[in-house]
């Protein structure tokens, strides 16, 4: 099943959107804001905190990385006049970073300044390995403006330790993910139970002073031994979170960490740009192959 499902996965960009998109909404939370803001207030009531990101990445104009930066500050707006329990999180390309550091650079501080202006958290994504430096780079430069602004680590790279060591110190917010990119081995540790141990430590470094540490994975096995080790180590609740992607199913494991009194946010993404999103999403499920073939069966 594990070999047909590869081979599903390398073709799925290849698919109709039709066969895609019933699967892919519960990954997405609309295609309008006004839905998003629907969904994520019923997070907020179901107590989940969130972070929205408008979909999409890799712009080719300066007009289009402008208008991308304009809805973002749009979205901070609406999130505060919504009194929404949220905050933001977008990637660098989307604003511009293929397209010219400088750019770049300008509408990061253009969404922080709006972050500052409204009191509310911002977590720029980290994306794959060329643009991990400059990602670290203008981190630096928005959050020396504005402490409430947050980034990623991917722990199956093997830099990412001498990334956080250099970043401690700062009292920052770091989401560690295990990395949803495909990188060479000379870089990323390819070993499953590796990056799980690499994922742990970024954790407990974050926990024993380097930050405030969110925990972003969807590993039961991780979260469990996280939890253990936090409880453990006397480590305050409000030192830390656990978060998940929207939609991606987890039993009743965010409830029994809610019922424990740990925060728990929900990343909500949200855009008519869900094709290539859902796509990265569906590769990760196990069952996705059955889903999309018993799918195009149907009809
Ligand atoms: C809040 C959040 C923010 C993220 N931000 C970034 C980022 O900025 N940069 C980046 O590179 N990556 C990011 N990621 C993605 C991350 O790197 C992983 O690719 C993704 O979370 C899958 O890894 P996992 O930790 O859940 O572990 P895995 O070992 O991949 O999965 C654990 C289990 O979860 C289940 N599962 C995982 N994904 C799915 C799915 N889509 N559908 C159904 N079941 C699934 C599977 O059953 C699997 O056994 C983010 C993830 C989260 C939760």
Redesign the pocket.
Known sequence: MKLFNNLIAAILPYFPRFIIKPFAMP?VAGESLEKAVKRVLELNAAGYAV?MDILGEHVNTGEEAQAVTDAYCQLLETIHAEKVDGTI?FKLTHVGLELGREMAEKNAMQITDKARELELGVTI???NSPYTDATLDIFRQCFGRYKGVGT?L?AYFYRSPQDLAALAGLDLRV?I?????REAPEIAIQD?DEINGNFSRLIKSLANGAGYGEI?????G?IDELEIWLAENNIAKSEYEF???H???MGNRLEQLQAAGHKV?I?VPFGEAWFDYAVR??K????MAGYILGNMFKR
């Open positions: 990954y972070t999180s994504d980290m994306e990623v991917q989401r993910c295990k990395g949803i990119y499953r972003a994975t969807h590993d039961i991780l978060q998940v992607l939609g991606v199913p946010r990343y999403r569906l990760e499920n196990p069952n």
